[in-house]
Nanobody
Framework: QVQLVESGGGLVQAGGSLRLSCAAS????????MGWFRQRPGKEREFVAS????????LYEASMKGRFTISRGNAKNTVSLQMNSLKPEDTAIYYC???????????????WGQGTAVTVSS
């Protein structure tokens, strides 16, 4: 069992940066791949980035690659999402998730946090 709690959301101007964090409980954190997803107003939940259990491999949604960076600290049971050059269309609820393998769809992820809201003003 893994419990996930996101933090770091807030209001930022376009072009600014935010760093989201996800704190995980449970001794098996290091065995899970982690992902960040987001849900924009009126839209389906969509993939943002994923990182392998070891932290060696990463995946990004194409439009976010180069602006967003996912990382994890296994010693502290955390996963982070550094978001730079933010745009108004990045406004969303951001969720972290844990699953057996890296994936760009929601189905393989077994555990989800409650989300943290990011608002980017123009």
């Amino acid at each position: 069992q893994v419990q996930l709690v996101e933090s770091g959301g807030g209001l930022v101007q376009a072009g600014g940066s935010l760093r989201l964090s996800c704190a995980a409980s449970g001794r098996t954190f290091t065995t899970y791949a982690m992902g960040w997803f987001r849900q924009r107003p009126g839209k389906e939940r969509e993939f943002v980035a994923s990182i392998s259990a070891s932290g060696v491999n990463t995946l990004y949604e194409a439009s976010m690659k180069g602006r967003f960076t996912i990382s994890r600290g296994n010693a502290k049971n955390t996963v982070s999402l550094q978001m730079n050059s933010l745009k108004p269309e990045d406004t969303a609820i951001y969720y972290c998730a844990a699953g057996a393998t890296m994936a760009t769809t929601t189905t393989p992820y077994n555990y989800w946090g409650q989300g943290t809201a990011v608002t980017v003003s123009s």
